[in-house]
């Protein structure tokens, strides 16, 4: 069962305006149908169909007084699409139905606009709503759609392509490339277990060089993972200092790569304290670059490919109900 995540800061936040153009952003093929857990079981979806939770999804906003124009995405670039031209027609409002990566291509559409971002939990982990303490459950999740308050919060940005969650540079992202996502359907974060312990034994670990804000002296290690959110993977703490609104970005650098040493990682990982290892160098900055010509990179847990990488945040960069 998963523990309930501390309230999100509202320092920023502001009296609920009316909501009157409203647009849902679905994605049918989120992975909302079974999800294992690191420290749960697995359990059967309740959901029969897309078709079916669309017209659940719609009814619970209707029940809360919400009008919602449903449109369906296949891929991150058509739901980043329908995001950007709801911008262009003004519309208040914005919901993403699906997990992080569909989360990820809609703020893509959003960011720096006046149009805030709802968000209603259908995915794998649902990192982002575990830290803005958005509930899982439909109907709740709708009424705080209703009933919440908007509020601006940091992204981050790689290549002129924002996040939410974070940004894995290295091993993680070679894990996401070479995940089975029959075996995500099926049992959820399990997967990236699984992926993980095969993908040591095939990634030709090399050192990560990054420079931190501009400073002279480059870091190294084997696995860097930036973000805004605590979670990782699901419910527990990776960055555990990680605020979405203090300005900046969290960091570990992992410098070690034995299998020993990345088993201590996953124990430190699932107690919060990685932070204390000695041999994990945990920062928070405004800008990371990384001096590797070219390195895998995911984005809120969504592959995007081998390529140079330079991270920033976008401080109060998008609006979001909270």
Not at 113 to 132: E, R, Y
Not at 164 to 181: E, L, P, Q, S, Y
Not at 261 to 269: P, Q, V
Request: hydrophobic share 45%.
């Amino acid at each position: 069962m998963r523990s309930k995540p501390p309230a999100a800061p509202a320092r920023t936040g502001q009296r609920k305006p009316r909501l009157k153009k409203i647009k849902l952003i679905f994605n049918p093929q989120s992975g909302s149908g079974g999800a294992l857990a690191w420290t749960g079981a697995l359990t059967q979806s309740k959901i029969q169909s897309p078709q079916v939770y669309l017209r659940r999804i719609l009814e619970a906003l209707r029940n809360q007084g919400l009008q919602a124009e449903p449109v369906l995405t296949l891929s991150p670039g058509a739901a980043t699409a329908a995001a950007r031209q709801c911008v262009k027609n003004r519309y208040d409002l914005v919901v993403a139905a699906g997990g992080d990566g569909t989360i990820n291509a809609v703020i893509n559409g959003l960011a720096g606009s006046s149009t805030a971002l709802g968000v209603i939990p259908a995915g794998t982990v649902n990192l982002f709503s575990l830290q803005m303490n958005i509930p899982l459950d439909l109907d709740a999740a709708c009424r705080l759609l209703a009933r919440g308050r908007q509020t601006a919060i940091d992204l981050g940005r790689v290549n002129q392509r924002y996040f939410t969650c974070m940004a894995g540079v290295g091993f993680d992202a070679f894990v996401i490339k070479n995940t089975d996502w029959r075996l995500k359907r099926l049992t959820g974060a399990f997967a990236y277990l699984v992926a993980g312990i095969a993908a040591f034994f095939l990634y030709p670990f090399r050192q990560v060089w990054v420079r931190i804000d501009g400073q002279p002296e480059p870091r190294r290690g084997y696995l860097v993972i930036a973000g805004n959110v605590k979670y990782y993977g699901g419910n527990m703490a990776l960055l555990p200092r990680a605020d979405l609104q203090d300005g900046k970005l969290d960091v570990c650098i992992f410098k070690r790569r034995s299998f020993l040493h990345f088993l201590g990682y996953i124990w430190g990982w699932q107690h919060s304290a990685l932070d204390k290892f000695l041999d994990v160098e945990y920062l928070q900055c405004r800008r990371i670059t990384v001096l590797n010509r070219r390195e895998h990179l995911q984005l809120d847990g969504e592959y995007l490919g081998h390529m140079p990488v330079d991270i920033e945040v976008v401080p109060q960069a998008l609006r979001v109900v909270v």
